[in-house]
């Protein structure tokens, strides 16, 4: 066979295994896996590289309103290029539906969004109005489009479904089997420390940490679980920040509940002191739920290394360190009204490879799983996310040794800040493949707007 590209002489690395070989990729897939392979109209020498699959992003706010209606910084050109420059080969934001929407909307709206993105995209569908008509012919429509993940709210008054709501979306969820994903925050308890900070005029950045307590996100992480448990439904915890959270997860996980679950870089990288840095420094670092502590860290670590979180995602939730973004209600905003989320989409693998794999926290196959297969075949995008023949030739080939100090321009997206500012890390991805065309290489972006496409994703396989 005449490949289109040989990649060749690198250490291949997959979820299951690492090993050295050449890739043959034909027609935008793999084609051939070999000691070594001839020919390639392109052969790229990945000689002391690392081949492994692309990464696959599942959790983004791109060109996305808020619920209170404040626009991500990131569009689908933009997000995706920053994506694509921090190794992943696809991505799933989400599909926001606020009250009052069809759902067919919302998707016809995103649909055209997304056409800008260089990298192949889906959506989680963000369900905010579970309507008779949403539930029984919106929902369902979208699934059999191949949007086969829905995500819920248990916190923001404008989000939060409620219980009831949950069991509604989660019994509709597992009739289709779609993967219901939920941001787990008790919303009262949330409240009521607002208001009582409130009332003693503590509104600087550094409450909103306090306004969030670890018990808010456990709570409502056992509730979630049991809910779903009612229905036996699977489910799916995003952004994992707690020590008490992750224990719940783990339990139950080994008791056997159908349930998967993600930590953030933000949550192993930063605390809550990063919110009271001076002036109105920490709104950089305002996102839900709230940073932590320097021993919930090494906690979170260890649930990584051993296996109960699938995924490290980054939470991309961009707002600008200005009028457009964190501070829409003004500079000197109270934290409940400051834009909550930080951008980390070009950051997320490679902090995860330094501080993982070369810090001997984690695996290379470990590192795999948690930045691409894990999420391939939790959300059901069955042709990515693995090195083997007949897959996608989504590949990123990274120089593990290579030390680079994070900057906010390095992150090819459209902040004016990244919260991992100067933080020296280990390891880049130099190559990026999206369907075997190469989207970026050592440094350039190679793609053009718009040749992402998007991906019809299979039900939930537990
Ligand atoms: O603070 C965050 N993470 N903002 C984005 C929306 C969400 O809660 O996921
Ligand atoms: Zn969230
Ligand atoms: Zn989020």
Same mark, same amino acid.
């Given at each position: 066979m005449q490949f289109d590209t040989v990649i060749h002489g690198g250490t291949i690395a997959t979820a299951d295994y690492v090993t050295r070989g050449d890739i043959g990729i034909k027609d935008?897939?793999?084609?051939?896996?070999?000691?070594?392979?001839?020919?390639?109209?392109?052969?790229?020498?990945?000689?002391?590289?690392?081949?492994?699959?692309?990464?696959?992003?599942?959790?983004?706010?791109?060109?996305?309103?808020?619920?209170?209606?404040?626009?991500?910084?990131?569009?689908?050109?933009?997000?995706?290029?920053?994506?694509?420059?921090?190794?992943?080969?696809?991505?799933?934001?989400?599909?926001?539906?606020?009250?009052?929407?069809?759902?067919?909307?919302?998707?016809?709206?995103?649909?055209?969004?997304?056409?800008?993105?260089?990298?192949?995209?889906?959506?989680?569908?963000?369900?905010?109005?579970?309507?008779?008509?949403?539930l029984e012919d919106q929902l369902p429509r979208a699934f059999a489009r191949g949007i086969t993940s829905f995500k819920v709210f248990m916190t923001y008054d404008l989000m939060n479904l409620g219980d009831g709501g949950m069991l509604d979306i989660l019994s509709v969820a597992r009739e289709h089997g779609a993967i219901t994903m939920v941001h787990a925050e008790n919303n009262d308890m949330v409240k009521w420390m607002n208001k009582r900070l409130a009332a003693k005029g503590l509104t600087a950045p550094k409450y909103h940490a306090i306004s969030r307590p670890e018990l808010a996100e456990e709570e409502a992480i056992n509730r979630a679980i049991q809910l779903a448990k009612l229905v036996d439904a699977p489910l799916f915890i995003v952004h994992v920040s707690t020590a008490g959270g992750?224990?719940?997860?783990?339990?139950?996980?080994?008791?056997?509940?159908?349930?998967?679950?993600?930590?953030?870089?933000?949550?192993? %990288?930063?605390?809550? /002191?990063?919110? @009271?840095?001076?002036?109105? *420094? &920490?709104?950089?670092?305002?996102c839900s739920p709230p940073l932590r502590d320097h021993a919930t860290q090494d906690v979170l670590w260890h649930h990584i290394a051993q296996g109960t979180f699938e995924s490290v995602s980054s939470?991309?939730?961009?707002?600008?360190?200005?009028?457009?973004?964190?501070?829409?209600?003004?500079?000197?905003?109270?934290?409940?009204?400051?834009?909550?989320?930080?951008?980390?989409?070009?950051?997320?693998?490679?902090?995860?490879?330094?501080?993982?794999?070369?810090?001997?926290?984690?695996?290379?196959?470990?590192?795999?799983?948690?930045?691409?297969?894990?999420?391939?075949?939790?959300?059901?995008?069955?042709?990515?996310?693995?090195?083997?023949?007949?897959?996608?030739?989504?590949?990123?080939?990274?120089?593990?040794?290579?030390?680079?100090?994070?900057?906010? %321009?390095?992150?090819? /997206?459209?902040? @004016?800040?990244?919260?991992? *500012? &100067?933080?020296?890390?280990?390891?880049?991805?130099?190559?990026?493949?999206?369907r075997g065309a190469v989207i970026v290489e050592n440094g350039t972006l190679m793609a053009q707007e718009g040749q992402g496409r998007f991906v019809a994703r299979q039900p939930v396989d537990l």
């Open positions: 935008g897939r793999i084609a051939a896996l070999a000691e070594t392979l001839p020919g390639g109209d392109r052969r790229i020498d990945a000689g002391g590289r690392i081949v492994m699959p692309g990464g696959i992003e599942a959790h983004a706010h791109i060109a996305q309103e808020s619920s209170s209606g404040v626009m991500s910084a990131d569009d689908y050109l933009s997000g995706s290029i920053s994506a694509a420059f921090g190794g992943n080969s696809s991505f799933i934001p989400f599909a926001a539906q606020h009250r009052g929407q069809s759902v067919d909307e919302v998707i016809a709206t995103y649909d055209a969004r997304a056409a800008r993105s260089v990298i192949d995209y889906s959506y989680h569908l963000i369900i905010s109005d579970p309507a008779p008509e949403v992750a224990e719940i997860v783990r339990r139950e996980k080994f008791n056997g509940a159908k349930l998967f679950a993600e930590t953030c870089p933000q949550y192993l %990288a930063l605390t809550r /002191d990063d919110l @009271d840095r001076p002036g109105m *420094e &920490g709104a950089k670092y305002i939470d991309h939730a961009p707002y600008r360190f200005d009028e457009t973004g964190k501070f829409l209600n003004g500079f000197d905003a109270p934290y409940p009204k400051i834009s909550n989320g930080m951008p980390g989409i070009a950051a997320r693998l490679p902090y995860l490879f330094s501080e993982g794999v070369a810090k001997g926290r984690i695996t290379l196959e470990q590192f795999v799983a948690l930045s691409s297969t894990n999420a391939a075949k939790t959300f059901g995008c069955d042709t990515k996310g693995r090195i083997a023949p007949g897959m996608d030739a989504d590949i990123a080939i990274w120089d593990p040794e290579a030390q680079v100090t994070v900057t906010a %321009a390095d992150q090819h /997206d459209n902040m @004016d800040y990244t919260p991992f *500012e &100067g933080m020296e890390l280990t390891g880049k991805p130099e190559i990026v493949m999206n």
